[in-house]
């Protein structure tokens, strides 16, 4: 008998509405999951659009209080898709309160929030993951793999490049993504959080950083009047070199104003002995390069992987060969990880990004800013 396991959401909206739909349809390809996901109770500001979204979503009930979901005693994950500046205290209170933690990214607004929401987790007796999403992606778990079993042998460059351009219309609102008491950064942490990980995650730990940001546009309209402006207080755009510990170096950069660039993300590592590319736009695709065919001109060059094959990660648990996964399976693999972490008590880590990770996160955008701030070379302590 397969059991249940409650869950609240914090969020209606974007993340709130990824979030809601992985938890639902995860028993359908993972089956028999580790625990059904129970849609409990679901949090919003606005009481009319957090009634609709339960209605849509499956949730039994929504609230107007999100202190209400972590006391409820049928909660037993809450997921914090929050925005930014309530990452910390509310994930917070919710694993003192005992309940599971998922929370959207970045971990904190900065490392101090962060490294201390990390600290409560291994107080605690509960499990905690951070959202970064794209690992999940079989793709880039397919690439990680082939750089720790030594494919591409010694690293030599990691780069990526994260590229948006929904900010290039002047008249765009004043959201809360664009103020920094809110969200801390702007493409930093909201694009920039992906890449760090991912980098993390494939190649290893950054250790020195040199960042400029530009901000393109200053003022933008109010959201509730547009007669009115509010300023703009984070940046717009970020290109930052990196060194790695192990020696390789590479660049970041993320961008919001990147005209045609819808969902930009991409990397490419290269290694001594071969080389890998990713684009998300192209998700279950991976470019691969190895020095071995090089002698062979009939076969030498890059070779695109469809990495959607039993023998890849996650894939035997959907569609045949070839019929290709999207962006909502990458929240549904996310899911599926943090509860049979849950219920079979396995580690959050490597493969999920625990709350250490995401601390370690946070200390490599602040070194971002602190760069770009100061015109210098940042030398990173974790």
């Known amino acids: 008998m397969v059991g249940k396991i409650g869950v609240g959401v ?19 390809f993972f089956s028999p999951p580790p625990a059904v996901p129970e849609l409990v109770s679901i949090y919003g500001r606005n009481a009319s659009n957090v009634r609709s979204a339960a209605e849509n979503y ?12 972590i006391l409820d005693e049928d909660v037993q994950v809450v997921d914090n898709c929050l925005p930014n500046y309530m990452h910390h205290s509310v994930s917070i209170e919710a694993i003192e309160r005992g309940k599971h933690v998922l929370c959207e990214k970045p971990l904190g607004m900065n490392a101090i929030e962060a490294k201390e929401m990390w600290e409560v987790a291994k107080r605690g007796t509960v499990k905690a993951m951070v ?3 794209y690992r999940f992606v079989p793709a880039v778990m397919l690439a990680r793999e082939l750089v720790k079993s030594g494919r591409l042998g010694r690293i030599y460059h990691f780069r990526a490049r994260y590229l948006q351009q929904w900010l ?15 969200a801390g950064t702007g493409p930093i942490g909201d694009l920039g959080s992906h890449i760090v990980d991912l980098a993390h995650f494939i190649v ?29 207080t984070v940046e717009d755009a970020f290109v930052a ?37 990713f684009n998300l736009e ?31 990660p996650y894939i035997a648990k959907y569609w045949p060969s070839g019929h290709v996964l999207g962006w909502d399976h990458t929240f549904i693999n996310e899911v599926y990880h943090f509860i049979d972490a849950i219920v079979n ?22 070194a971002l800013v602190e760069s770009a701030r100061e015109g210098k070379k940042v030398t990173i302590s974790y």
């Not at 949730?59 to 979901?69: A, E, L, N, P, Q």
């Not at 959201?175 to 008491?181: A, M, N």
């Not at 991976?286 to 023998?311: A, H, R």
Request: glycine letters at 10%.
């Open 241 to 277: 070199t990196v060194e790695f510990c192990q020696g390789a170096i590479g660049t970041l950069e993320a961008s919001r104003f990147a005209t045609g660039r819808m969902n930009y993300n991409n990397f490419e590592v290269n290694g001594e002995k071969g080389s890998i590319e």
């Open 131 to 133: 959202a970064f999403n």
């Open 282 to 312: 192209r998700l279950n695709e991976l470019n691969y390069f190895s020095k071995e065919k090089e002698g062979d001109q009939k076969t030498s060059g890059w070779s695109n992987i469809l990495v959607t094959e039993k023998v890849h």
């Open 204 to 232: 290893g730990d950054i250790r020195s950083v040199n960042a400029v940001t530009k901000n393109f546009v200053g003022e933008r309209p109010l959201p509730y009047d547009s007669t009115k402006a509010g300023e703009v």
């Open 10 to 28: 914090l969020g209606y909206s974007f993340m709130g509405k990824a979030h809601s739909y992985a938890f639902k349809n995860m028993p359908h």
């Open 58 to 69: 499956g949730f039994k009930r929504f609230t107007t209080d999100w202190h209400s979901i």
């Open 168 to 182: 290039i219309d002047p008249n765009f609102p004043l959201v809360w993504r664009l103020e920094k008491e809110k």
């Open 345 to 366: 008590e396995k580690e959050v880590g490597p493969l999920g990004a625990t709350f250490e990770d995401g601390y370690r996160n946070n200390v490599v955008l602040d």
